[in-house]
Nanobody, 116 residues
Framework: QVQLVESGGGLVQPGGSLRLSCAASGGIFSLYTMGWYRQTPGKQRELVASIISGGSTNYADFVKGRFTISRDNAKNTAYLQMNSLQPEDTAVYYC??????????WGQGTQVTVSS
């Protein structure tokens, strides 16, 4: 059983930056694909970014060039650096961890609000 604890959300002005962290415990972190989805009221959860165990990354088109996902296997933590934030980035961001033949594990979610 993998537990994920997120941190780093908050309120930021348009054009600002935030860094989300996702600390994992209970599994072999280096074997998991890590990533974030986000969700706003009335919309489906959408994939933001992911990073596989080998370090290759994948981004949604709407965050390319602005967000960077990374991982520190020694600290069992994944990060999402979010730059040039815009009001449309406002959402609850959920960290996830997954690997073949295992369940998908989710963090508790962290609110990101972009507003002046």
């Amino acid at each position: 059983q993998v537990q994920l604890v997120e941190s780093g959300g908050g309120l930021v002005q348009p054009g600002g930056s935030l860094r989300l962290s996702c600390a994992a415990s209970g599994g072999i972190f280096s074997l998991y694909t890590m990533g974030w989805y986000r969700q706003t009221p009335g919309k489906q959860r959408e994939l933001v970014a992911s990073i596989i165990s080998g370090g290759s990354t994948n981004y949604a088109d709407f965050v390319k060039g602005r967000f960077t996902i990374s991982r520190d296997n020694a600290k069992n933590t994944a990060y999402l650096q979010m730059n040039s934030l815009q009001p449309e980035d406002t959402a609850v961001y959920y960290c996830f961890a997954t690997r073949p033949r295992y369940p998908v594990y989710w963090g508790q979610g962290t609110q990101v609000t972009v507003s002046s």
